[in-house]
């Protein structure tokens, strides 16, 4: 609080604008200029120029401290949490960056691996059309390995049809034994 030497009043330094605008609106006022007399100790409100009973002023300046240490209490704990969640996030990070180092493969790579072995092995039309359909499942590829795999089935169609033209198998026509209409 600063004082003025000419009036002998204490006012306080923050927030207090140089000019006001008289803000009592009817009988209502939130006295929130408040001028303290030293030396007639007495406080009135600059804004109505009411006296206001000293013990009002000093009750809500509590009321504003307590509020103010309340909320400085609830700064700390946020504070501390944040730097709880730092360290945290840290040791997470560390334990990610160390995790593949001890971890098992992942299925992913299992089953494509799976799935090649079936396309090595595919000898008929009906195992490329099983294998089609166990591998159908199969969205979580990456670029490589529907790579690999396309190129792994072209080669399997073509082991097919080679084998096919190779050794020929006689067709198999379903002739129906029986009497034919003309001699009926």
């Known amino acids: 609080m600063k004082s003025d030497e000419t009036d002998n009043i204490v006012r306080p330094d923050f927030g207090d604008p140089k000019v006001t605008m008289d803000r009592s609106h009817g009988n209502y006022c939130s006295h929130q200029f ?15 120029k009411e006296a ?4 009002d002023v000093l009750a809500g300046l509590a009321m504003k401290w307590e509020h103010c ?3 400085q209490k609830k700064i700390d704990e946020l504070e501390a949490s944040i730097v709880e969640l730092k360290r945290e ?14 971890a098992p493969e992942p299925k992913s790579v299992l089953y494509f691996e ?23 499942g199969f969205k979580w590829l990456n670029a490589e390995q529907e790579v690999a795999l396309k190129d ?3 080669r399997a169609r073509r082991r097919i049809e080679d084998t096919i033209a190779k050794h020929p198998k006689r067709r198999r026509i379903a002739r ?3 009497k034919s209409e003309s001699e009926e």
């Open 34 to 48: 408040v001028v303290l007399r030293q030396r007639s100790r007495t406080v009135y409100c600059r804004s109505c």
């Open 176 to 178: 129906v034994v029986g």
């Open 52 to 55: 206001i009973d000293p013990w």
């Open 114 to 136: 799976e799935l090649m072995r079936r396309v090595a092995e595919v000898s008929d039309w009906e195992g490329q059309r099983a294998v089609d359909g166990w591998a159908h």
């Open 69 to 71: 240490t309340w909320e």
């Open 152 to 154: 792994a089935m072209i």
């Open 89 to 102: 996030e840290s040791n997470i990070k560390g334990r990610l960056r160390n995790a593949h180092k001890g």
